[in-house]
């Protein structure tokens, strides 16, 4: 397994060798001293040994000498000499205090020779002095000396003056040369400590020569390490200190284009933004804070925006400033930017969105409830506008909505926010703007905006719906104004579209009313406070009864009995009126069913059912239809569906499919009748390509049919075309006998209104179609 | 040859030693303990002179008869001492103060 090099800093690799350093030094001191005071010792030991030696030659003449004068009579003891000698003798052997020769010598302490050969001489002393002392004694006593017996030697003879002399002369001789080989020794063994001492000092030398080396060389190439570090790095360094700028990195000579040194001293401020030098001062200065972002001027003269994170290191005496370790963030602010702009701006027209918008509204309107100054909302939403979509392509109503975005924002200020908030909706907000201000804008708006647009080769001009809505300074909510200028901006389009419309809370009345109501509709339905009501339908030839038509009736139990008029738009909004025309399908052709089980229908007989223009466009009418007509058990011929001009002109993809829809049920038999006709603006080619069975004209062109000129010739043509197109027509809201017999006079084939009946409860109708059938007798009005 | 204190021995063997006249090579060991010298000197067969200190062999008055001297050497030595003999009486002896009366010599008879 292969080991890895662990990176030690070199504060700790700098102290790990000084340590190694001091501890040589440490250690070779220590053995040099130990080694010292040995030598130092046993020197002191070996003068003490000569010493001592010298004195045995002196003591051994001297009791020779003792020995001789006591022999002649004079008054001398040979024996304490004697004593003196062998102790000598004995302590130079093993060590120890050798005895005073005279009263007032101090005792010598000595150790004990280590030298084998030393210890030899020393032996041979110890016997000779023994020899020499026995000998003396022998003498003294006048014994035979051939019976003293002596261990040094084997051929001692001669005179007892000789043999002492001789003994005396071999034990000086032999402790001299015991003391000698000791210093001999001695001297050996300091030389020897002196070379030892002379190569632990080069040994210790030389290894902390080479650990300074290592240590040096280490230091040498950490340095490099981070000097390549700084220099190789993209990120910028820089030490500022006292007097500016102390050190910059090549990376920064290499982004400013210039030699490190112009970026030193305060040339490092030349560089930086203007905006944003006193910040970079500060921190540089402080060491706070701890990052900035400013901007560099590069070498190709573009700004460049920079991270630095600072570091105070003014107490770090290796530096003694404050670093700032810098970052080229230019890309990323800039994405930053992108991003920030694209979620804050409509991708289409590039001007600000709703999330901006509201922003700004909340900006302004705090600026408002400082200021007190009035600001105003103009919501514009183009007339229109889905018509180009769907006539031209999207393309097409892109660059119209570009165009318009181009044309509003040449009107409005740079101070004001113009907004796309989706689809066709333009929003405007114009602070210090009064009505006068808010409605100059909004004219100038329809004015521009009503000036010929280019579009995909086309001329066209649009028009504009715009709600203004009035902030009069101080404290406002956002989403009130918006809604308000959404109020003011639909009653522009109530109002006939191409105007304005400033927010009055009469508006806000209004909605709480309709939210109100949409409410109650949605329990209603849960409820079931809904019921149907028939009205009649009398053929104009015979006033047999041919028909009814199925009207839905609310009774809410806190409002009682609400208009259709009232409930029926909301419940459109609401998308309610998919599950209430469900209801009233499945309801009408249920009671359907039931009279035709009781046997009070005529026949031909068909029970009218509105379909709602939502209903048709959302799909799935044919499969309901089908479904409810199997449910009750109802022929299909006796089911109508009154469709109005409006519901069945829509676009493109929805209106194939309705009239798909309607083709299929029509070819299974149930009726299609066209409702309110003359009120929209289908034409004669789209009416043919839709399956109709009749065509009921709007009542009021009956009503006016009697007195008023234009709307009996509208009435006139639309019976001829209805003829023409080989449908009968229905005549609805007769109610004057005038009326009917203009209507009859037209040839109308059939006829509906408060005339013949008003719509009554199944019940009530049930009576009437028993007693008609009974009677055979034609309706009248009850 | 073999010296130690007090008496000199040759291949072991103390007293009278034999051995053919001409150059000779002797292989003196020092066994010690004390320091020892060896000097050879032509003899009639008596007793040395001897200094005036009574210790020493007179080494002038022998001077002309001296044939070969070693000098002092320490226990543990061993020296190689060369002389040419003619047939003749040779003592062997240590000049170390007293040695020589204390018996550190041995006769040689070379013929």
Known sequence: ?782 | MTERDFRISVDGRSGRQRLRSGDVRFAVSNRGPDTHELLVVRTDGSRLPLRADGLTVDEDAVKSATVATLDGRGAGTAESLRAHLAPGRYVLFCNMAGHYLGGMHVDLVVR
């Open chain 1, 1 to 782: 397994m292969r080991r890895t090099t662990r990176f030690a800093p070199l504060a700790v690799r700098g102290r790990r060798v000084i340590g190694a350093i001091l501890a040589t030094f440490a250690l070779f001191s220590v053995v040099s001293v130990v080694l010292s005071i040995s030598a130092t010792s046993r020197s002191q030991n070996r003068g003490v040994v000569v010493e001592v030696a010298a004195r045995q030659r002196t003591l051994a003449e001297r009791y020779v000498k003792e020995v001789l004068l006591a022999r002649a009579g004079v008054q001398v003891n040979p024996g304490v000499t004697a004593s003196i000698l062998r102790r000598s003798a004995d302590v130079l052997l093993k060590g120890g205090t050798a005895p005073p020769v005279n009263g007032d010598d101090d005792e010598t302490t000595l150790s004990a020779a280590t030298d084998a050969i030393a210890r030899a001489q020393l032996r041979q002393e110890r016997r000779l002095a023994a020899d020499l002392t026995a000998m003396g004694a022998a003498t003294l006593a006048h014994r035979p000396l051939a019976a003293v017996p002596v261990t040094a030697h084997e051929h001692l003879s001669g005179s007892p003056v000789e043999r002492l002399r001789v003994l005396a002369a071999l034990t000086s001789n032999v402790s001299l040369n015991a003391a000698r080989t000791i210093a001999t020794g001695t001297d050996r063994n300091i030389t020897r400590l002196i070379d030892i001492q002379v190569i632990l000092g080069i040994a210790g030398l030389l290894t902390s020569m080479g650990l300074a080396f290592a240590l040096i060389a280490a230091t040498r190439r950490q340095t490099e390490h981070f000097r390549s570090l700084v220099t190789s790095s993209t990120d910028l360094v820089l030490v500022f200190g006292v007097g500016g700028c102390r050190y910059v990195s090549q990376s920064v000579a290499d982004m400013l284009g210039h030699p490190e040194g112009d970026a030193l001293g305060d040339g490092f401020a030349g560089f930086v933004h203007a905006d944003d030098l006193a910040a970079v001062r500060a921190a540089a200065t402080q060491g706070e804070p701890h990052e900035i972002v400013f901007r560099m001027r590069n070498r190709f003269g573009e700004w460049r925006e920079l991270e630095a994170h600072v570091t105070d290191l003014r107490r770090d005496r290796h530096v003694r400033g404050v670093l700032l370790n810098a970052r080229d963030v230019t890309e990323r602010v800039r994405l930053e930017e992108e991003l920030t702009r694209q979620a804050f701006h409509d991708g289409l027209t590039g001007l600000a969105n709703r999330a901006l918008f509201r922003d700004r509204l909340d900006q302004a309107l705090a600026r408002s409830a400082r200021s007190g100054d009035p600001l105003a909302i103009l919501l514009v939403d183009l007339d229109g506008f889905k018509q180009v979509n769907d006539s031209l392509g999207h393309d097409a109503g892109d660059q119209l909505l570009r165009e318009v975005a181009k044309r509003f924002a040449e009107i409005t200020r740079p101070s004001d926010t113009l907004a796309r908030l989706g689809g066709d909706e333009f929003a405007l907000i114009v602070e210090q703007a009064g009505e006068a201000r808010a409605s100059s804008v909004a004219t100038r708006l329809l004015e521009r905006l009503s000036d010929p647009l280019h579009i995909a080769h086309r001329e066209l001009a649009l028009g504009a719906s715009v709600g203004i809505v009035l902030h009069t300074g101080g404290i406002g909510q956002s989403e009130d104004l918006i809604r308000h200028a959404d109020l003011a901006m639909s009653a522009a389009k109530e109002a006939g579209r191409g105007r304005y419309e400033v927010f009055r809370q009469d508006m806000a009345r209004e909605l709480g009313e309709l939210l109100g109501l949409e409410h109650e509709l949605r329990l209603g339905l849960q409820r079931g406070e809904f019921t149907l009501h028939y009205q009649p339908e009398i053929s104009l030839s015979d006033d047999a009864i041919v028909g009814v038509e199925a009207l839905v009736r609310w009774t809410s139990p806190t409002r009682e009995r609400v208009s259709p008029a009232q409930f029926i738009p909301i419940a459109e909004a609401s998308g309610l009126i998919i599950p209430l025309g469900e209801f009233v399908l499945r309801e009408a052709c249920a009671q359907t069913a039931r009279w035709r089980a009781q046997g009070i229908l005529p026949e031909p007989f068909v029970t009218w059912v509105n379909l709602s223009g939502k209903q048709l466009s959302a799909g799935g009418v044919a499969a309901l239809v089908g479904s409810v007509l199997q449910d009750t058990g109802l022929p299909a011929r006796s089911l109508g569906l009154e469709v109005t001009e409006t519901a069945i002109v829509v676009d493109e993809p929805a209106h194939d499919r309705a009239r798909a829809e309607l083709q299929e049920l029509h070819d299974r038999g149930v009726r299609i009748a066209i409702d309110d006709f003359g009120t929209g603006s289908s034409s004669l080619a789209q009416l043919r390509r839709y399956p109709i069975d009749l065509v009921k004209i709007d009542l009021a062109f009956v009503q006016g049919v009697e007195h008023n000129a234009k709307d009996a010739a509208i009435t006139a043509n639309i019976v001829s075309l209805a003829h023409a197109l080989g449908l009968p027509a229905i005549a609805e809201g007769i109610e004057t006998d005038g009326q009917l017999a203009s209507m009859r006079e037209l040839g109308c084939d059939i006829g509906q209104g408060y005339l013949f009946a008003r719509p009554a409860s199944a019940d009530d109708v049930g009576r009437i179609l028993a007693s008609a059938l009974e009677g055979t007798k034609p309706v009248s009005a009850p």
